[in-house]
């Protein structure tokens, strides 16, 4: 039994490390993941290298391929355009359904989540930003009191986890992330639904195209 835990706690740590790798660009799309170099990294059995992969897969980072192995997902224009489409239409459903103003002890959460936010940003710890940035947004729908909509939203925004790293890695594009959230919770006190729905649409925005013009660079060279 404890080697059982011990095996998920370490595959679930190699999880989240290539996630971030991914998230922040040290694995790019396309890049092959082999499990020799994994059991080495992580000292792990081939088994739980396996078991990893699959976890990958089934959180959208990570693809199969036929006589390729496991690779990096790579998200051709298309994709991203859909996938950010209906990123926003979940989170802008979500945020129309928050009923608004929201009183100030149920706003506490958020409120202390970013800032832990601010501080992660100012101190420069991309690492901090991403997982807390998570936090925030876990917290912003789940004032919209539906789960199976914050679990559809949290399942999306995580697929596009490869998309990002355009932006997470960029100080201004985290500056910005920063205060696009606390103009949502100024919105969510004053009970401005519209700018708020508004705010969670252009939230979207940056990485989104900043994937994009990144593979059209690709491409072009």
């Known amino acids: ?8 706690g370490a ?17 790019h799309p396309r890049e092959r993941l082999t499990e020799d170099d994994l ?10 290298v396996r078991q990893v992969l699959a976890g990958l897969e089934a959180i959208g980072v990570v693809e199969r391929k036929r006589n390729v192995g ?7 224009a298309r994709e ?13 459903h979500a945020a129309s359904l928050i009923a608004v103003p ?6 506490a959460p958020l409120v202390a989540v970013q800032k ?30 539906n789960a199976v909509l914050q679990q559809a939203i949290a399942d999306y925004a995580r697929r596009t986890h490869p998309i990002r790293f355009g932006t997470l890695a960029a100080a201004a594009y985290r500056e910005r992330a920063r205060q696009e959230h606390w103009a949502m919770i100024e919105a969510l006190k ?21 994937y994009l013009a990144a593979e059209q660079a690709r491409g072009a060279a």
């Open 11 to 27: 595959m679930q740590d190699a999880v989240d490390t290539l996630e971030e790798d991914i998230v922040f660009g040290r694995l």
């Open 102 to 107: 929201v009183p100030a002890a149920r706003l």
């Open 116 to 145: 832990q936010h601010d501080a992660a940003v100012a101190a420069g710890d991309a690492r901090a930003v991403f997982r807390i940035n998570q936090a925030f947004h876990r917290e912003l729908f789940a004032l919209a009191d």
């Open 39 to 48: 059991i080495a990294r992580f000292s792990l059995k081939r088994h739980v």
């Open 1 to 8: 039994m404890n080697d059982l835990r011990a095996d998920a």
């Open 70 to 76: 496991a690779v990096v997902r790579a998200f051709c």
């Open 190 to 210: 004053r009970g401005d639904r519209d700018a708020l729905v508004a705010l969670c649409r252009r939230h979207l925005l940056p990485s989104r195209d900043a």
């Open 80 to 92: 991203v355009l859909e996938l950010y489409a209906l990123r926003e239409v979940l989170e802008c």
